[in-house]
């Protein structure tokens, strides 16, 4: 069963050593719970690409984190197709 993921987030305080649940806003963009995604952290920001939604739903997304406003941004324009990301880059 592949039913039970979690939409949670959590951060690492590596002072104290403790972790801590995020709590947000869900009147903002909310996405979609996923498993086996990538993700990286530049700056400020939280970048999570693509995952598993359900066994027959793989996800092709790019949703960014951002610690200091402390809420998602959805990287589409609702005019787009679900599958366009032919290419994906971080500039550091």
Request: aromatic share 16%; charged share 35%.
């Amino acid at each position: 069963d592949d039913s039970g993921k979690l939409s949670d987030m959590w951060e690492f305080d590596m002072t104290k050593k403790t972790w801590r649940e995020i709590e947000r806003n869900w009147s903002d963009f909310k996405p979609l719970p996923r498993s086996g995604h990538t993700s990286c952290v530049v700056d400020d920001n939280l970048f999570i690409f693509g995952g598993i939604f359900e066994l027959t739903k793989e996800l092709n997304d790019l949703i960014v984190f951002s610690f200091k406003e402390q809420k998602f941004f959805n990287t589409r324009s609702p005019d787009e197709e679900k599958d366009e990301f032919a290419e994906l880059g971080v500039k550091y």
